[in-house]
């Protein structure tokens, strides 16, 4: 069976999430940017700061990434990321605009009926055969949500999706069990299929029956009418309306913002502004959006306490791109994450540049 494995122990859990701080922060603005916040199904798992970082192998992420990249595992992989990560044989690859803003690993064995997906924020990573995050990658805050999936199927599904809609950027594969007419395999080989307009919204489960909602959007829908500097913003004009409730999101806020009121003016997307780990006992430990490259939201409400990961930002420019992200419900770390956020608080009706 492949699923995710918690830090530092390996035992397969239903879920992890990952939430890497940006370097130099802290009391003597002297972290690494390895350092990270760690969650799990486990209930004993609250969001912590880890005791080892990201550059060590028995981290989740090290654990987990080391089953597909172990030699002869039988697993399979699709790897997908829109800024691929330079190799000797690659040291400076060309990517598409015109593809997804979206990074994640999608794993599965129909030997064990089994997979997982997991959805992050660092772009050029990973390097396929690496399971540690590269040092170039420490300067920003990043986020990770890695899911078991109940069977092969699932991932087949999400393998379509991923197709389809966030229309990814594949650079790498492994596919020993896999059909040619299966969407897992069309995924790999990026095979031309017929684009969607409208988006998705496809609930699933994990292994242990945790239910999680994937919602993804393509540059179709969202673009930019003709006539129109504005198109369609993933978090106030899909998720919101889609989990019928209100948002506050933490992403890349480079240059112009979507505005925070949905076309029906229903529900409100607010933008957070800061993070603030003192409140669960990391005193000094903070920073301002612009040293976080990470994309997640919560509700701003236990009720219906949602909890979105995401691959997609606010900004105008994204309307052009596909992509997603994971909802679900957790209530203690939504508490983890309701506690360290700092909301704008500021209603901003049309497209603006936040300030710091």
């Given amino acids: 069976m492949i699923s995710p494995l918690s830090n530092q122990t390996a035992q397969v859990v239903d879920w992890w999430f990952i939430y890497k701080l940006p370097i ?50 039988g697993y399979g992989y699709i790897i997908w990321n829109d800024e691929i990560p330079p190799t000797p044989g690659n040291p400076k690859p060309k990517n598409k605009g015109s593809m997804g803003h979206t990074k994640g690993i999608l794993a599965f064995s129909k030997k064990s009926n089994s997979g997982f997906y997991l959805l992050h924020s660092t772009p050029r990573f990973p390097i396929p055969g690496a399971t540690v995050l590269p ?46 007419d299966e969407n897992l395999s069309k995924f790999a080989k990026s095979e031309t299929i017929d684009k969607p307009i409208q988006p998705v919204h496809f609930q699933f489960n994990t292994h242990n029956g945790i239910e999680f909602n994937l919602i993804a959007k393509n540059r179709r829908w969202s673009k930019a009418p003709k006539g129109s500097k504005v198109g369609r913003d993933f978090w106030k004009d899909l998720v919101g309306p889609t989990l019928k409730c209100d948002i506050d999101v933490e992403s890349w806020r480079r240059g112009i913002v979507f505005g925070d009121l949905d076309s029906e003016v229903q529900d409100i997307t607010e933008d957070i502004v800061d993070v603030d780990l003192s409140k669960i006992g990391l005193t000094g430990f903070s920073w301002a959006f612009e040293k976080d490259h990470a994309k997640w939201g919560i509700t701003p409400s236990i009720e219906p306490g949602y909890i979105i990961v995401s691959d997609i930002n606010r900004q105008l420019s994204q309307a052009n791109r596909g992509g997603g992200g994971l909802a679900f419900r957790d209530p203690d770390l939504w508490n983890f994450l309701d506690q360290i956020q700092i909301v704008e608080k500021n209603i901003e009706s049309n497209p603006h540049k936040d300030l710091s």
Wanted: aromatic share 10%; proline share 7%.
């Fill in 24 to 73: 130099k922060i802290g009391p003597h603005k002297n972290s690494t940017g390895f350092e990270f916040l760690y969650s799990d199904s486990l209930p004993e798992n609250g969001l912590k700061l880890s005791p080892i970082s990201m550059d060590h192998p028995e981290s989740a992420l090290g654990l987990t990434l080391e089953q597909i990249f172990s030699p002869d595992s």
């Fill in 135 to 180: 040092d170039y990658e420490r300067k920003f805050g990043q986020t990770y949500l890695c899911v078991s999936l109940k069977d092969y199927d699932t991932a087949n599904q999400i393998a379509g999706i991923l197709h389809s809609q966030h229309e990814a950027q594949v650079y790498a594969s492994h596919l020993p069990e896999t059909d040619p």
